[in-house]
């Protein structure tokens, strides 16, 4: 195919530097309030608690209250990395049969699936799983906080307040998910144009259109005001619980209220001079490494047709392991798109990479009218047919693809962690070796083109890599070469912060219209 894009335009991002801390997240807004909360005083924990909410009223298609994922810490006094997983369970009434196979054809969404009736797995009420994100941040805060928990959520109920500015970047999120928006009248309500046009902000750039979320602020000044635990022990949770109900989900307030993020020993490995701390059990962490083993210490300065052709037989193999022995049979907690990944580190070195997401964009399209928030979609994370490790199934974890990362090579400590779903592990490992294997620097790594292996033969490729790189992969497998664009994704999109000695640097994906990363300005300098 002939693609109409410029092939001169050239795109980049400065990366931010400074002595202080650092903010890196897929918005600026949200990369803003967390930045004002280290000039203010607060640990990276207390930075990444504020942008966890902001970010998911700023785009709540990626993630949000009612999402999932894992988060890496890094303790600078203590030398050591910590692992916090806030996964998505199914509920505890969920019964498979519920979920019966079309027999033909493979679900159209994130994962080729089996196909189930009506996609009750994709979208709609029925999947939707149990959240965990809150209590994840909560836990993370009740351990590391400096701030009080009250002033880290108000940010984000004061921008709900105000409303969800539609610029043309929302405006084609809103556009591409328009039919199925427009299945719940409540998701209709809030994202469209008389329950059925794309809200559009109109053909210029000086239009104050804004989605209202005032339903939404309320939710979250409760949780401002009550704790965590107010969306799963409090009226919070039991209003979402009876809406999901209402509307034919297995989701119930008991699910709420059993419901526990786990700290963990992260992974720890070693690979060269490096040393990796990734999410353990059922996230892409041990892929991540399993992917890194696989490749041999390169011969090239920098990356070439070698060391791309290691990284796509080593993806291939990580996801095929992954995808063959990877799931929760319910037995032990220790077996093994729609995201938004941000990084923070503080001035003291403390670091989060931090992961959460709905699934797919927008999640399951449902919006729970009590409390205004956009419902995740996490049972689609399950395989359909039953009799294999990730099959769906009654109170059972969700297989995650989130993948946020702590490395270290020489002076060199970095957060990295990206969106994209199965997409995510395969940029995170790439960005991982540029800057372990070849020093690249943080603006070389986010700047240079990669490749995507994501289960499948066929590798995408940045058609920007030089020729001979493209033509040693082809010797091997099916290539298809393309852009990296603003939308659709064909590649993930990273966020992350790097240390170096006493100086702090951030960066996130130069194709991403909203991130940013942003530097604390210092409230006494």
């Not at 959240?131 to 009740?142: E, F, I, L, S």
């Not at 995408?460 to 070469?481: G, M, N």
Request: aromatic fraction near 6%; charge should be negative; include cysteine.
């Amino acid at each position: 195919m002939i693609s109409s894009l410029s092939w001169s335009q050239l795109v980049r991002k400065p990366v931010v530097e400074t002595e202080h801390g650092v903010v890196a997240a897929q918005n600026r807004r949200a990369a803003q309030i967390g930045a004002e909360v280290l000039a203010a005083g607060g640990d990276a924990v207390d930075a990444a608690t504020a942008v966890s909410f902001a970010i998911g009223v700023l785009e709540p298609w990626m993630s949000g209250p009612a999402g999932g994922g894992a988060m890496m810490i890094w303790r600078a006094d203590e030398g050591r990395a910590q692992a916090l997983t806030y996964g998505m369970r199914s509920p505890m009434g969920l019964d498979p049969a519920d979920y019966p196979l079309a027999g033909t054809g493979k679900a159209g969404d994130l994962f080729p699936w089996d196909a189930v009736i009506a996609d009750r797995n994709v979208e709609g009420a029925t999947a939707i799983a149990v959240p965990g994100v809150v209590d994840g941040v909560g836990q993370a805060h009740a351990r590391f906080g400096r701030i009080p928990w009250r002033d880290l959520v108000t940010p984000a109920v004061e921008v709900a307040r105000e409303g969800l500015p539609v610029d043309w970047y929302a405006a084609l999120m809103i556009a591409s998910s328009t039919r199925s928006l427009a299945r719940d009248p409540d998701a209709a309500a809030l994202f469209l144009e008389d329950g059925q046009w794309p809200t559009i902000a109109g053909w210029t750039s000086l239009s104050d259109k804004r989605l209202s979320l005032d339903a939404m602020a309320t939710t979250l000044a409760e949780i401002a005001e009550k704790g965590p635990r107010e969306l799963y022990d409090g009226e919070v949770g039991a209003a979402m619980a009876r809406d999901v109900a209402e509307k034919g989900g297995c989701l119930r307030h008991d699910d709420l209220r059993a419901y526990r993020a786990e700290f963990a020993d992260p992974l720890v490995f070693e690979r060269g001079g490096a040393c990796f701390h990734v999410t353990p059990r059922l996230t892409a962490g041990p892929t991540f490494r399993d992917a890194l083993a696989l490749l041999p210490m390169p011969q090239e300065t920098r990356p070439g047709p070698e060391a791309f052709g290691a990284y796509a037989r080593a993806l291939k193999a990580a996801y095929a392991k992954r995808l063959d022995t990877m799931g929760d049979e319910g037995e032990s907690p220790d077996a093994p798109a729609c995201t938004t990944h941000f990084s923070v580190v503080d001035r003291h070195g403390n670091m989060v990479a931090m992961t959460q997401t709905l699934l797919s964009i927008f999640g399951s399209r449902v919006v729970s009218p009590s409390t205004g928030l956009l419902m995740n979609n996490g049972l689609m994370w399950f395989d359909p047919v039953q009799g294999r490790p990730n099959s769906l199934g009654p109170d059972k974890s969700c297989l995650m693809n989130v993948c946020p990362v702590i490395g270290e090579a020489g002076r060199r400590r970095f957060a990295f962690g990206a969106s994209g779903g199965r997409k995510i592990v395969g940029a995170v490992a790439q960005l991982s070796a540029f800057v372990t294997d070849h020093d690249m620097s943080l603006e070389e790594a986010f700047h240079h083109p990669r490749i995507d292996v994501s289960g499948g033969e066929t590798v995408v490729a940045d058609d920007s890599l030089p020729p001979k790189v493209i033509a040693a992969l082809e010797t091997e497998q099916p290539v298809v070469t393309t852009r990296r664009t603003v939308f659709p994704y064909a590649f993930a999109c990273p966020a992350g912060v790097m240390r170096e000695g006493d100086r702090n640097s951030g960066c996130t994906e130069i194709m991403s219209p909203w991130g940013d990363a942003v530097a604390e300005t210092r409230r006494d300098a």
